[in-house]
């Protein structure tokens, strides 16, 4: 379960978390899933108690992993997994953009429904891909296509398509502090783990041939800027943001093996699974 942390202040004027102040932007990228998914928390920890503005990270994944939804049932899994804080189905990180953003409570980006927040997650992706010179869709609906363990089988309502394939996975998990969101933009499909299945991802090297790491970074950046008017400062995790994600990393993200049903996040109730 989660180690409980208090909330140092809401947000408010003057405060790091309010809306309208520059984002933070980091760019660490960790060795593996439960680090990666323990930072991505640590980080959010600290804009929900106010210390650290609104927070957009951006990584890549030193050696393939597979991290499962907050809810998903591990009965299936081909290979050990890092369960998540954002619910949502299986993903096969390899190479791949990740972003994670957290919002503290009361940011305007925080939508009255869970729907409208994930389009605005949503948004800034669907502008980076246009402006790659990819015309994607946002997916009207939630489908199922037969394979219900992995999040790139099918499209959830809000993310973007390219015809029938998924361009990117994107999961939220809302509580009473504030949001934290994860997405994954693949580059080309997994291919070296178990049961990673190339027929769940496009990856965009497929559709942008010569696409590179950092020309998707400058693009997502760019869809923030325009879509939502942030503003970035790039800061470093500080020492004890560090040191809250070995924490996490040992107590909450262990890797986990099928059967482990509870493993993993599992403090309070999301609005979105």
């Not at 102040?21 to 060795?31: D, G, N």
């Not at 210390?51 to 290979?79: E, F, N, S």
Request: one cysteine or more.
């Amino acid at each position: 379960m989660i180690v409980p942390w208090s909330p140092i202040r809401q947000p408010g004027p003057g405060n790091p978390g309010a809306g309208g102040a520059p984002w933070r932007l980091v760019t660490a990228s960790e060795a593996d899933a439960s680090a990666q998914m323990a930072l991505d928390q640590a980080l959010a920890e600290a804009v929900w108690a106010g210390r650290r503005p609104a927070t957009l990270r951006l990584y890549h994944w030193p050696r393939p992993a597979l991290t499962i939804g907050r809810h998903q049932h591990p009965a299936d899994l081909p290979c050990p997994a890092v369960r998540r804080l954002t619910g949502g189905r299986a993903i096969f990180h390899e190479d791949e953009l990740t972003f994670s953003v957290a919002l503290p409570a009361g940011h305007p980006l925080i939508r009255p429904t869970v729907a409208a927040t994930y389009r605005e997650m949503a948004a800034p992706i669907l502008h980076a891909l246009a402006a790659l010179g990819l015309t994607a869709a946002r997916s009207a609906e939630a489908t199922a296509r037969g394979d219900r363990f992995a999040c790139f089988a099918a499209p959830t309502r809000g993310e973007a398509m390219l015809g029938a394939d998924k361009l990117m996975g994107l999961a939220q998990w809302i509580g009473p502090h504030g949001l934290l969101a994860q997405g994954s933009i693949p580059l080309t499909p997994p291919g070296t783990l178990p049961g990673a299945g190339r027929h769940a991802v496009i990856g965009l090297s497929r559709v942008l041939p010569g696409i590179t790491p950092a020309a998707l970074e400058r693009a997502v950046l760019d869809g923030f800027r325009a879509r939502h008017g942030v503003r970035f400062e790039a800061r470093p995790p500080g020492a004890a943001e560090r040191r809250r994600a070995e924490h996490l990393a040992a107590l909450c993200y262990a890797p986990i093996m099928p059967g482990d049903v509870m493993t993993g996040p599992a403090a309070g109730r999301p609005k979105k699974a």
